[in-house]
């Protein structure tokens, strides 16, 4: 059985790539980090008990910005394939914290890099290069489009790229970048742009907000699926060579786009409702992303399966279940906020796993209490209190 190794394990990519390779029959090992609050309420539903007689996901604590638990990890756990997804990933954000972006998103991928190396551990690696790398470059943007970052997050996703691709030619290392432009789902996290747009939606649809501030709605992207983006991702690290590919759907829309769509699908007039607010606005802006994905097609046979429409109707819908349902079953909200509809969209049977015994995370040296049993605690006590404020309550910054 091959066993994985996860960073970002807890973040929307890691989720859909764990139910993928589990429904692939390998162990997933995830790295998690502390926090002070619930971070697993991606990866709970499948979350296997260690007493179980062969669980095949376990969690351990570890950190990109701590080598010696990364170097342990990879030393313990002796995986057959390691994807990097970890990092500060938010771009708007990662003006305000330049150097911890730079540690975790950058220096991150190295600390992986030399631990794989300094263990000997053979292993396959995988770097979440991002789309963002290409700047204002021109688009379709390809494996041969020169790199202009405009951020600081960019800038650091530009070295890890580099250094994975470093470690490949310098000491043969397995090591490949999926240049991935902008994926979405109904688990993406709340201050991007879209999942923003869809919560958004749904929660005026319901009367329970009335506006929704927004910064450039010019800047166009490439939005795809994150499901469909893990599957490429998988299919890189079964290559006979190790090599970068652009993972993208090759259509382009803007932000006002996507308003359109997601507003008009519920018979709303989006321009009703949004309004600039200038803090949104980035200091360097990324204008247009469109990729050109045809490497990954020849030579990966990927092909993307979810189109722009579907995708902002999926979310929406995803968004509009959750709301709908957060004043009488505030649990049954926050799995759909999480997840989105899971039992209705998910082909994965792992994702209709459930857990009867009080689970246990796996430690290389710990016992650790279960994400799961603490969310079911959490959500019994939710229950009993008036509803949390969200994110959308609030003036964010991002
Ligand atoms: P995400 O939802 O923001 O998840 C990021 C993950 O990284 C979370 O699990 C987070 O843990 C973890 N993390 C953050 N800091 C860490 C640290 N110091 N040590 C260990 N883990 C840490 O991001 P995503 O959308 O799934 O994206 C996955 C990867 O692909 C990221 O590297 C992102 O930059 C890259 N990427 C994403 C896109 C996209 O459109 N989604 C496109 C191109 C590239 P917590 O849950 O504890 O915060
Ligand atoms: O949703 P976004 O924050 O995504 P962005 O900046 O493109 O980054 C995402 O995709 C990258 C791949 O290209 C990933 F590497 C990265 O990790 C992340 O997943 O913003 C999309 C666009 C931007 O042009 C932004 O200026 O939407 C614009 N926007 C307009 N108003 C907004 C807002 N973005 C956010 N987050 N919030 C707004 O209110």
Redesign the pocket.
């Known amino acids: 059985m091959k066993k994985a190794l996860i ?8 989720s859909y790539l764990t139910e993928f390779l589990l429904s692939k029959g390998y162990i997933v090992y995830g ?3 502390r ?1 002070s609050s619930f ?1 697993t309420g991606r990866i709970d539903h499948i979350y296997q008990d260690p007493h179980d007689p062969s669980p095949r996901m376990r969690l351990i604590y ?4 701590d080598a010696s638990s990364l170097n342990k990890i990879i030393r313990t756990v002796e995986p057959d394939e390691i994807y ?7 771009v708007r954000v990662s003006f305000d914290v330049p150097e911890y972006t730079a540690e ?2 950058g220096l ?1 991928t190295v600390r992986l890099l030399e631990a794989i190396r300094e263990t000997g551990v053979q292993t396959r690696f995988y770097q ?5 790398m290409y700047g204002n470059s021109p688009s379709p943007q390809s494996e041969h489009t020169p790199f202009q970052p405009r951020s600081p ?1 960019a800038a650091a ?1 530009v070295y890890a790229h580099w250094m994975t691709v470093n470690y490949r030619e310098g000491y043969g290392l397995f090591a490949c970048n999926g ?6 789902s109904p688990r ?2 709340e201050t ?1 742009v879209s999942r923003k747009i869809t919560k958004a939606v749904a929660r005026i649809k319901l009367g329970q907000q009335e506006r929704l501030f927004l910064g450039n709605l010019d800047a166009k992207r490439d939005w795809g699926y ?1 499901r469909d983006y893990m599957e490429a991702v998988w299919l890189m690290l079964q290559q006979d060579e190790p090599d970068d590919y652009v993972i993208a759907t090759g259509e382009t829309n803007s932000v006002r786009d996507f308003l359109g769509e997601a507003f008009g699908y519920v018979d709303l007039d989006w321009q009703k409702y949004v309004e600039i607010d200038p803090r949104y606005y980035r200091p360097t802006e990324v204008d247009v992303l469109l990729g050109d994905a045809s490497k990954a097609r020849q030579k990966l046979g990927w092909r993307p399966k979810v189109k722009f429409r579907d995708l902002v109707r999926m979310m929406v819908d995803a968004d509009l279940q959750a709301e709908s349902t957060r004043a009488s079953d505030p649990a049954v909200a926050r799995n759909h906020e999480l997840l989105g509809n899971l039992q209705a969209k998910s082909s994965c049977p792992v994702e209709r796993n459930t857990i009867s015994s009080k689970p246990k995370m796996w430690s290389a040296s710990t016992e650790m209490h279960s994400p799961t049993w603490s969310s079911i605690l959490r959500a019994k006590s939710a229950a009993s209190e008036p509803i949390a404020p969200t994110q959308a309550n609030f003036s964010t910054i991002t």
């Not at 570890?62 to 910005?65: A, M, T």
């Not at 979440?128 to 963002?132: C, I, L, R």
């Not at 240049?179 to 979405?184: D, G, Q, S, T």
């Open positions: 960073t970002g394990i807890t973040g929307q990519d890691g790295v998690i980090r926090s971070n570890g950190d990109l910005n990097n997804l970890g990092a500060q990933s938010h975790i998103t991150g979440a290069s991002s789309s963002e997050y996703k240049i991935l432009f902008n994926h979405e993406r996290g991007f994150a």
